[in-house]
């Protein structure tokens, strides 16, 4: 294996890693303020990228169609939590079977709107292309997609921890019950929750719609990585999915050069390692 | 030889962060004993009887257990050796029976547990035992009850059950009078004297009448300290502990 | 009694299916078929979820690893039913073995993760160790087991004899297990694993064998499958198959038995019924899921008991 190989794996796992922050992310902040495991966060995933899809085919901006496909995802989340989640408020499982009816009902949606066929998104003329450094070749795309990821992971941590808003949604997340009995609104901080996982999420599948593409059964194949990413990580933590989904994508990277024919397998090692070692993941709480 | 003491704690310590929950705890039970342990709000009983049951691990010190050490060892090995607890808040399996509930307290430590294919009822002698329990806490009539449907008192009967059915020999009771009526705290009370003298029994009860009653021997805690430690007589009198009750 | 009642709903519907069945066509006897084996499939899980209080997403990971083992095996090497069987059966069950060791130590929410996530292992395996398994093609041509004697089992009445004998089997040694001290055990530690702990249990020992248990009868549903089916394909441990077979149990009753097997009938019949009119089996199955969630949470079973 010539350093070369290793220096473009180690860049395409990151790139890949980048694009499940945007994924995992959402899914560990939901966790975190509502304790609900949101399985149709594929299905965002997925959902954003043909959203950005049709945009695209209709309007040719690259930028309106990220940001319709997020924010139609959003809504979508929005509807979702309201409607549905909140009837079944304090009932973590139920919930979560909930959220498993919408991601088939999602699926067969997409399938239904969008038909069967595999698609790429068009990607506008200043992505496409190479950056040469020596004999390697660095696709364009895939720098963007990091350096997107690096501002978004950047402002989430700094609202986070500088803003009243931030500081809101870490007081829900350490103990819901207490920041409800300090006047904080947490069905509210829920909800936006809810809604800025969904974007995030359609926010990857618009994005990741440029180099994974957009077919059916994207939404079931990305959720185990969206998961061991948080299970790596620990629920609830952003710099948990911040280093969980940079391993998780280095790891497949490596795991599929090297051994194409163990798909997930190679992800089951270090998620076993940290289950066996950590069970609450490296950032997680209980 | 001297016999062991039933439940020995030796400079057993919990810190939680900068907390210290627990501070240099030494106790020594002797079999047979009724010990009540009294403190106000948050002096540390519950978390000691946590650290006791083996809920919680030790920071320091060490616990034995008929001259066992249990320091180490985990709940459900220390339930072996004889050491059961009730909880404050009932904690008990809803949606069964009552006699379910007692058998699996009466099971617990027999190899009855991974028997998979005879049916229940032919464990006569487990049932037997259960139905003992029962009797001992006056719910035989509610065997066939579903245990949500039990009242608030009754559930506190079945919590001493359950801790009775697996013959232990020493019981920890963590407010077993929790929540009742005052009739109903009379009735508890009198089924706690009643319990086999052979027990060594270690109460927490907020109710200071209720523990000294039941127990000739009293330890308090204050702020995760033992700051007295005798009869129930000398502890009436001590006047540390009169101020901390009666006077703060 | 409720648990009664269980085994009469049960034992009615396994005589009237028996006797009805040489008076139905070939259609609707395969559906009866397979809704014999996937209510195996359905009352292992029961195991698991209703009685232990562990919901696994990942079920279909064993079915099919069983299934797996039956059509590699017969194709490519031809070998008889009870190699197949047992071969079956101890891979399903080595499976279950090495996955509840990742994740017992983990309760609800992270549970259901975890065995989701290896539930698409086995998945992704099937799908891409293509020289093991023939990925997405599958696996063709799995014929019908030879027993000897006087059974064709490649004709469909027989060979729903078969199914209904394994069944029946599963069943009885099922509700044996349900009904025994270990059962009571597993329903205490659904009800309270602190108070388990505290009554001497060692809970992370019974769970584990829960989970092994629930493995094995899911892999002796997936050698009938297998047979039955005639073909293995990634659809057998993709992720919806372990999702049906959760709705099963929730919508039949958790911790029934019987439920779950009546669920399983009930999701069998639903989805070849609206097949015929139309290709959104997914979207009515997701409906169905979340009006059951909202609507009846104990199932149908449920609905019909009454709590003393």
Known sequence: MSLEFWIVQTFNGLSYGALLFLLASGLSLIFGVMRVVNLAHGSYFLLGGYVALSVIWKTKSFPLALLCGSLAIALVGVGMERLFLRRLAGQTLGQVLMTVGFALIFQDLALLIWGG??????????????????????????????????????????????????????????DAEMAQGVGIRVPTVSLGVFALGALLAALGGGIGGGFLGVYPGLDFEILPYAFVVVIVGGLGSLPGAMVGSLLVGLLDNFGKALFPELAYFTLFAPMALILALRPTGLFGRT | MAEPHALRLEGVSKWFGGLRAVDSVELAVRPGERRALIGPNGAGKTTLFNLIAGVLPVSAGRITLFG?????????????????????????????????????????????????????????????????????????????????????????????????????????????????????????????????????????????????????????????????????????????VREIYLGA | MRERRGIVIGLVAVVVAAGVAPLLSAYPLTLLTQAAIVAVLAMSLDVLLGYTGLPSLGHAAYFGVAAYAVGILTTDHQRGFLVCLLVGLGLATLTAAVFGLLAIRATGTYFLMITLALGMVVWGLAFRWVSMTKGDNGIAGVPRPDLGGPWNLTAPLPFFYFVLAGALLAWALLGLLVRSSFGLTLMGIRESESRMRALGYNVWLHKYLAFILSGFFAGFAGVFWAYYNGFVSPVDVQLVTSVETLLMVALGGPGTLAGPALGAALIVFLKNFVSVYTKRWLLILGAVYIGVILFAPRGVLGAFRRER
Do not use: C
Request: charged residues 20%; hydrophobic residues 50%.
């Open chain 1, 117 to 174: 066929d595999p698609y790429s998104l068009p990607l506008p003329s200043w992505l496409q292309g190479v950056v040469t450094a020596g004999a390697l070749r660095f696709p364009k795309y895939r720098i963007f997609i990091m350096v997107l990821a690096t501002v978004i992971g950047a402002t989430l941590w700094l609202a986070l921890d500088r803003t009243r808003v931030g500081a809101m949604i870490r007081a829900a997340v350490d």
């Open chain 2, 68 to 240: 066992d050490d249990v320091t180490r060892l985990a709940q459900h090995r220390r339930a072996a050796l004889g050491l059961t607890r009730t909880f404050q808040i009932t904690n008990l399996f809803p949606s069964l029976t009552v006699l379910d509930n007692v058998r699996l307290a009466a099971q617990a430590l027999t190899p009855a547990k991974f028997s998979m294919l005879r049916p229940l009822g032919r464990f006569t002698e487990l049932e037997a035992g259960a139905r003992r329990a029962l009797a001992a806490v006056g719910l035989e009539d509610r065997a066939a009850t579903t245990v949500r449907h039990l009242s608030h008192g009754e559930q506190r009967q079945l919590e001493i059950a359950l801790a009775l059915a697996g013959k232990p020999r020493v019981l920890l009771l963590d407010e077993p009078a929790a929540g009742l009526s005052h009739a109903e705290a009379r009735l508890m009370t009198a089924l706690l004297q009643r319990l086999d003298p052979a027990i060594t029994l270690l109460i927490i009860e907020h109710d200071m009448d209720i523990a000294l009653e039941v127990a000739q021997h009293v330890t308090v805690l204050h702020y995760g300290k033992v700051i007295a430690d005798g009869t129930r007589e000398a502890v009436k009198a001590d006047p540390m």
